[in-house]
């Protein structure tokens, strides 16, 4: 069954739900208690992923109102009630320890948040990952992964490839880099990168953010493989407003009659599990109702949400899935290719041959939904709330059809290579390393982890300002 939109939850039906006190959807308000901190703890206690690791969440935490009040109150804003509210677990990941909830969120402008969701965000155009000097870790430049079309870089000549190490005039560095590119207008200053050294051009160019909706169907083509047909698509963001125009790409690949997919997730951060599992079955078909994940909710909440997801044969808006019924398919992947795209990866892995080409990608195995101000959570009435704070939760995580989670390290690839900062290659071009690599593994010419370039540490890319940044959601 197919939701319109993300605000259409299951989980915020009134009659599902279950509250802390009186086990009743409808909870009254408790006197004394700060109306915003009210609404934080209630929405954490009821779908919190890891509520049984949060002592202060437990249902017998407080034995009267009073002290929930006095609870609530010492907390001076509702983000530090939030963030002490979130689990402090940690599990070890390449001999370090890292916390299980990096992804939980709460944000002041829900209706931003909305926007992000359906591809809108203050965007100048300019998309950029930022890396570490090579000979200095403490200094950071950008490069330009891709540029929006119709933005004012595409207009003022930015192009995929272009280094930049200013902003105003100072450099960029590991405690700077957020404050300086957040705000709507300001000026790069361009720079050249070796592979070695950064050297500043002396140039400059200002750009400035406005409201643009992105299409994440970036490129969709059809190219000669040794013969036979390949389709490759650039996919950027599992945004559900544009399932249709990801349906019309895979209607193109079939008739081109396609023997080989080579998608490209390298820059997608996540987004939608409906759309997910849509973009499996494209790529699929011959496992239309077989499992493709099944969710795993907090105790309280598991009889009533946990799901088995299937393989589907259609979009959330009735319209039939193309599907291409393939036996593998490429994925190049990054460390940005997070949530919904290691879904992709995941939910795939038992069924077909799923091969990485790339680099290990984030390792976010969970979801969250949004909780408002209201009596069940939900969108409607939340303008009554007088405020506009909303929480982005982790309420479930899931496995694929044999049980595999957790995968806090990510996915590895079969074929590694980084990319290389000083000679990027054009997005879509046979050349393109990343893009060539696969091409070179359908045609038999290299073989697995054969390519080597200089690895820099990502701090961050041009998605950090947007609150969807690196979530996946429960349509």
């Known amino acids: 069954m197919k939701y319109i939109k993300y605000f259409a939850l299951l989980l915020f039906i009134g009659n599902l739900l279950t509250a802390c006190f009186d086990d009743n959807d409808d909870v009254p308000r408790v006197s004394g208690a700060p109306e915003i901190n009210d609404f934080i703890w209630k929405g954490l206690n009821l779908y919190y992923l890891y509520k049984a690791d949060v002592p202060d969440l437990a249902n017998n935490r407080f034995p009267s109102n ?17 963030e002490a509210l979130k689990s402090k677990q940690t599990v070890l990941v390449n001999g370090e320890q890292v916390r299980v909830d990096q992804f939980s969120w709460i944000v002041d402008d829900y209706v931003a948040l909305e926007q992000a969701f ?72 361009m720079a050249t990168f070796d592979g070695t050294t950064v050297t500043a051009t002396g140039t400059s160019v200002s750009l400035t953010k406005v409201q643009y909706t992105e299409n994440p169907v970036f490129i969709s083509k059809t190219i000669d493989v040794g ?22 790409a895979f209607a193109k690949f079939v008739s081109d009659n396609v023997s080989d997919l080579i998608l490209d997730l390298r820059y997608n951060g ?14 699929t078909g011959q496992f239309n109702g077989q499992v493709f994940s099944t969710e795993e909710w907090n105790a309280d ?11 589907d ?53 969970q979801a969250s939904i949004t909780l408002y101000d209201t009596k069940n959570f939900g969108r409607k009435d939340a303008e009554l709330a007088g405020h506009t704070y909303a929480m982005q939760p982790l309420v479930l995580k899931s496995s694929n059809s044999v049980g595999f989670t957790d995968y806090h390290g ?9 990319e290389d900062y000083s000679n990027l290659g054009v997005l879509g071009d046979e050349n393109e390393p990343l893009f060539k690599a696969a091409i070179d593994n359908i045609l038999g010419t290299k073989s ?28």
Do not use: W
Request: net charge negative.
């Open 227 to 248: 013969g036979s047909p390949v389709g490759y698509l650039m996919y950027n963001s599992f945004t559900g407003d544009f399932d249709a125009q990801l349906n019309a």
């Open 66 to 82: 009073q002290e929930y009040a006095q609870f609530l109150e010492g907390f001076s804003t509702p983000e530090a009630l939030f």
């Open 410 to 418: 990510g996915f590895a690839p079969e074929i590694e290579i980084e």
């Open 270 to 283: 996540g987004g939608s599990v409906t759309t997910a599992i849509d973009l499996s079955s494209m790529i």
């Open 118 to 189: 359906d591809g809108i965000t203050r965007n100048n155009g300019m998309e950029y990952g930022l890396v570490r000097y090579p000979n200095d870790q403490s200094l950071v430049f950008g490069y330009v992964r891709y540029v929006l079309p119709g933005t004012d870089a595409e207009a003022k000549g930015i192009k995929r490839g272009d280094i930049f190490n200013t902003v105003n005039g100072t450099q960029m560095n590991d405690q700077n880099f957020r404050q300086l590119l957040a705000p709507d207008s300001y000026t790069i200053g």
């Open 313 to 365: 044969n259609q979009i959330r808006t009735g319209e039939a899935i193309n599907s291409l019924n393939l036996s593998r398919v490429y994925v190049l992947t990054t460390r940005s290719s997070a949530s919904a795209s290691e879904l992709v990866i995941n939910g795939l892995d038992p069924h077909i041959n799923v091969i990485q080409v790339g680099t290990t990608t984030r390792g976010k195995f």
């Open 448 to 475: 697995a982890k054969n390519y080597n370039t200089l690895q820099l540490e990502s701090v961050g890319n041009s998605k950090m300002f947007s609150p969807a940044y690196e979530r996946m959601y429960r349509d």
């Open 301 to 311: 909440r598991q009889a009533q949400f946990g799901s088995t997801n299937l393989f």
